[in-house]
């Protein structure tokens, strides 16, 4: 079992609660960690046998691109995307970071992080 990491991916979206944070809008960072078994990939040096990140990235731009109002929903919808995208992966996780956000005094940045993982498969019990 290994972990794709892909950090720092940066948009300027326009999401918020307020209206004027989505008329105006802010930078977010993007980070995305996918735990999948990449041996085939490493012993073949073939892409086809893991997760492209370059696709990742579009799909994440996609999805910054619509606007929501709470980033925890743009944080969930990108990790089911990711997810149901790429079946292969065991582990989803999203995290999705807003810098300077509105607040009453400084502060960075604040981010939101959903996981997903997938469900084993119940064993059958085949005892008489």
């Not at 307020?18 to 930078?27: A, F, M, Q």
């Not at 999705?96 to 005094?105: D, E, M, Q, V, W």
Request: net charge positive; charged share 35%; proline share 4%.
């Amino acid at each position: 079992m290994g972990t794709i990491a892909i950090e720092g991916m940066q948009f300027y979206a326009y999401h918020g609660y307020y209206k004027e944070e989505r008329k105006k809008g802010n930078y977010f960072v993007v980070d995305v960690y996918l735990d999948l078994d990449f041996t085939k990939a490493g012993r073949e040096d073939g892409i086809q046998h893991t997760v492209n990140y370059e696709k990742v990235y579009n799909l994440c731009a996609r999805r910054m691109a619509r606007t929501r109002k709470l980033l925890e929903a743009v944080c969930v919808e990108l990790a089911e995307l990711v997810h149901r995208k790429y079946p292969e992966v065991k582990k989803t996780r999203v995290r999705i970071s807003k810098l300077h956000p509105p607040l009453a005094g400084p502060s960075q940045r604040f981010y939101v992080e959903h996981s997903l993982k997938r469900k084993k498969p119940k064993r059958k019990d085949l005892s008489f």
